[in-house]
């Protein structure tokens, strides 16, 4: 287990300089362009712990979506408002070992969405986020993290723009699909509130303060529910490999294809990483990197 207050600074950019060379290896996301024009050289972590220390270092300013990184924030806003009983009729817990835009693992569970970490899953999810339109529900769901972990977390509006100038055909079959199984109210809703929220965008400092929320008790997030995303993001948030890393790492993690990585070190706080190159499953090379070894694991690039 990573411990904290044990990080220096010099140790710290031994590793960042180890993440930054295996970075080269992966590829950055294509299919929106402003995600394909982020520079690969770009690095940023920000260390936060319960007693309040913090350790950044790299392009700490750089802003980015956090694209899936939110889904484990949907999951817990909406556990804060409706309750387990209710969510997990609506998504399942079990891990996928298909890609997390698969149709196909949608349609061997019969419409019901493996677990709340995939497209599939978040998709349900977004449709059952509380507000009128999509604009309103991504408003509300920001109002209540910002507030919540004292982040700054904002819509970028050219973004959005983008994906829905871009919108993945993937995702609007895995929607379709989803509606014709009846597990959508509304899929045109659904569709646009989750390509609002993936578009919600912070620095690292944003997405640590975010991470805090999930590892020390704060009296502002009912300890089950914690717990429960918790445990979501180590079977489910680094797709296919999130066994592998759940064994050789041992935190939660859940990851965004912009980059954005982000470890949660319960009841000690939270590391958030950023770095555009991706692995084969959508995972950046960096951040997975750097995290493994402030565990002492050993990394190997798939």
């Avoid at 497209?119 to 991504?138: C, F, Q, V």
């Avoid at 620095?203 to 929320?213: F, H, P, R, S, T």
């Amino acid at each position: 287990m990573i411990e904290l207050a044990q990080i220096n600074s010099l140790e710290l950019f031994r590793w960042i300089e180890l993440a930054k060379n295996q970075a080269a290896m992966g590829k950055i996301w294509s299919h929106i362009p402003k995600l394909a024009a982020a520079d690969p050289e770009w690095f940023a972590v920000h260390i936060c712990s319960l007693s309040g220390e913090c350790y950044r270092q790299g392009d700490t300013n750089c802003i980015f979506p956090l694209m899936s990184i939110i889904k484990s924030f949907s999951l817990l806003y909406l556990l804060n408002h409706r309750g387990g009983d209710t969510v997990f009729q609506w998504v399942g817990v079990e891990p996928s070992q298909a890609p997390f835009n698969s149709l196909a693992q949608l349609v061997a569970d019969a419409g019901f969405p493996r677990n709340p970490m995939i497209n599939s899953g978040a998709i349900t999810l977004a449709d059952k986020l509380p507000g009128l339109d999509g604009r309103e529900r991504s408003f509300l769901f920001c109002q209540w993290l910002n507030q919540l972990a004292g982040c700054q977390l904002h819509l970028d509006e050219l973004l959005l723009a983008e994906v829905r100038a871009t919108r993945s055909p993937a995702n609007l079959a895995i929607t379709h699909y989803l509606d014709t199984h009846q597990r959508l109210e509304n899929w045109e809703l659904a569709l646009d509130t989750y390509e609002q929220i993936c578009c919600l965008s912070g620095n690292v400092e944003d997405l640590a303060l975010l991470g805090k929320l999930l590892a020390v008790e704060s009296g502002l997030i009912e300890t089950q529910h914690r717990q429960i995303v918790n445990t979501v993001m180590l079977t489910c948030g680094l797709y296919e490999a999130s066994a592998d890393f759940a064994v050789k790492v041992g935190l939660p993690m859940k990851s965004g294809v912009s980059g954005g990585l982000l470890a949660i070190i319960p009841q000690q706080g939270a590391i958030a990483c950023y770095s555009p190159p991706l692995d084969s499953f959508g995972n950046p090379i960096a951040g997975l990197t750097l995290v493994t070894a402030l565990s002492g694991g050993d990394f190997q690039i798939t």
